[in-house]
């Protein structure tokens, strides 16, 4: 059974994006190289990714995958990746393994591992998303790259309230101006 993780970088007051939805800020810390080489070493073991339709939009838009859809396979290489979306217009990376569900996160919890078969599955956000995640019973671990930025408003996080005896710190290294948390999250005992 796959691990199901929300991996991601986030800054010191508990933003994903910026007002705009953009992680351009991101890009700005120094030691983000670094801790993005962190980051694939996590991606190895990763056989889907999970994200919003507002994560998928920024990400086609800011590294223009549909004008050179090679970069979508040097970032996710063969990875199927589904994206929750209600909207019906959302372009595909031509040649891209990119299934578009809608509805509950309980609805696919099935495809979406059986897919990964024994990897990880990898919720790259955005935060109500991994929440859904949470609410369903299928979140694992919380892999986070705080950085050294605040913004005042934003994406959050994760816009759920989750008790401490849920989470336990496995991790906490520093790369940069980042400090890497890894987190386990416990299931309640059904």
Do not use: C
């Amino acid at each position: 059974m796959p691990r199901f993780v929300y991996a991601t970088a986030t800054t010191l007051d508990g933003f994903i994006a910026d007002p705009d939805n953009s992680l351009d800020w991101l890009f700005a810390v120094e030691g983000g190289d670094e801790s993005i080489a962190d980051l694939e070493s996590f991606v190895a073991g990763v056989g889907v990714m999970v994200e919003g339709s507002t994560t998928y939009r920024w990400v086609l838009d800011h590294e223009e995958l549909l004008e050179k859809p090679e970069k979508w396979q040097e970032f996710y290489s063969d990875r199927p990746t589904y994206v929750f979306s209600s909207r019906s217009d959302l372009p595909l990376v031509p040649g891209a393994d990119i299934r578009v569900v809608s509805g509950p996160v309980s609805d696919h919890l099935a495809a979406i591992g059986e897919t990964a078969g024994d990897k990880d599955v990898w919720i790259a956000g955005g935060g109500d998303l991994v929440g859904q995640f949470y609410d369903a019973g299928a979140l694992d671990q919380i892999r986070l790259s705080v950085a050294a930025v605040t913004l005042g408003a934003g994406a959050p996080l994760l816009p759920r309230r989750i008790e401490s005896d849920t989470l336990r710190l496995l991790e906490v290294k520093q790369i940069g101006q980042f400090a890497t948390l890894r987190y386990e999250v416990r299931r309640p005992a059904r």
